[in-house]
């Protein structure tokens, strides 16, 4: 099996699993629940979506590591591992050999929840077979290191109210929870590889669909050369900025997640994504930077491209310290389809 079959069915267990943990009434509660409850015994985790995303997160290094165990201390997600309870008492959250084990570790963590512990176990340790027709790569994997944000755009993931734009994009709702994975060359600091899946895209939501890079090649059925002349922007964008893009002609459109509105690039709903803040992280943008690559488009440096120097954003293995300073895309992002939009984009805002 290849890395990028095996990062694509961890990425379709990732998804199995945000959509039970909304669909099954059970967890449904747990996710939903206020968190720092006061009950009688000392909980490890008060933030069930927060035990969602490490479980994700632990998956993907569990398997992905048992086949390629060369990268298992190089793949690297949003999420910290360790609980702590309010007795001072820490737990680390791992998959471990059967799901009988990490069942019992889970119904620690869960405060004797055996029943969510067991759901989620089953789904962890779920095998599964994609049965499609994928690349042969033949590159040093060695070289590789893998960026995971196991589910993207939370805040609507948990309670996000469906909203539909006029130009038939979802600008809030569960269309915009994503989950990303990215694979970068450690001696390069360039993404080689993205897998973007959105566990909710179908109308009953119990379907999704997933895309994927590989160097150049990717699962895109065909190129998106038309512009849509439209601009996607997270709805906190600064009005200067969009008062520019305006006067330039393009349309703008609000979304949530940067997972998804950097998938309306790669899908050429939009020929933008625009942010001029320090908002999102490198596991926002490693898959997405990768797909965009093998289209001729790709994910730069705002505050850079403004000044003149295109500088497309780069990566490096994270060693744990200040993960929220050391990740940051400081000075934010354009993420665009092709190079001429980009050029008409940045004539716009260096007005
Ligand atoms: C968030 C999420 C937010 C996004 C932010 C990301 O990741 O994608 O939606 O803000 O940049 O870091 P906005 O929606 O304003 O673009 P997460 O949900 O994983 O914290
Ligand atoms: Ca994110």
Redo the contacts with the bound molecule.
């Keep these: 099996m290849s890395i990028l079959e095996s990062l694509l069915i961890v990425s379709e267990k990732a998804a199995n699993i945000a959509r039970t943990c909304r669909q099954n009434q059970h967890l449904f509660k747990l996710l939903v629940q206020e968190k720092g409850t006061d009950e009688a015994n000392p909980r490890f985790v008060d933030d069930f979506k927060t035990l969602a995303?490490v479980l994700i997160q632990e998956m993907v290094k569990h398997d992905v590591g048992n086949k390629f165990p060369e990268i298992t201390d190089s793949i690297f997600g949003?999420e910290n591992n360790v609980f702590e309870n309010k007795l001072g008492e820490k737990i680390c959250v791992k998959v471990l050999k059967t799901a009988e084990e990490t069942k019992k570790l889970l119904i620690k963590v869960l405060n004797n929840d055996e029943e969510a512990a067991d759901l989620l176990a089953e789904i962890i340790h779920e095998e599964i077979d994609l049965k499609i027709d994928l690349p042969i790569i033949s590159e040093n994997i060695e070289d590789f290191a893998i960026w995971i944000?196991?589910?993207?755009?939370?805040?609507?993931?948990i309670n996000g109210i469906e909203k539909l734009s006029n130009s038939n994009i979802y600008t809030t709702g569960l269309k915009?929870v994503?989950v990303l994975i990215g694979i970068f060359n450690k001696k390069t600091g360039n993404p080689i590889s993205g897998i973007i899946n959105q566990p909710f895209f179908e109308e009953n939501q119990q379907l999704g669909r997933r895309f994927w890079s590989f160097n150049n090649q990717n699962s895109l059925k065909t190129s998106q050369n038309l512009s849509t002349n439209r601009i996607c922007?997270?709805?906190?964008?600064n009005p200067d900025i969009k008062e520019k893009l305006r006067t330039a002609g393009f349309e703008l459109v609000e979304?949530?997640?940067?997972?998804?509105?950097s998938l309306l690039v790669i899908l050429g709903e939009v020929d933008a994504y625009i942010?001029s803040?320090n908002?999102?992280?490198k596991?926002?943008t490693c898959a997405p930077q990768a797909i965009l690559s093998s289209m001729n488009g790709g994910i730069i440096n705002y505050q850079e491209a403004i000044k003149g120097n295109v500088i497309p954003i780069c990566y490096d293995v994270c060693n744990g310290e200040n993960k929220l300073l050391q990740c940051c895309n400081e000075g934010g992002i354009i993420a665009f389809n092709n190079e001429t939009v980009l050029k008409c984009i940045l004539e716009a805002l260096r007005k």
């Design positions: 995303d949003e944000d196991p589910i993207d755009s939370t805040a609507e993931y915009c994503t922007l997270s709805s906190s964008e979304a949530a997640g940067a997972g998804y509105k942010l803040k908002s999102t992280f596991w926002d």
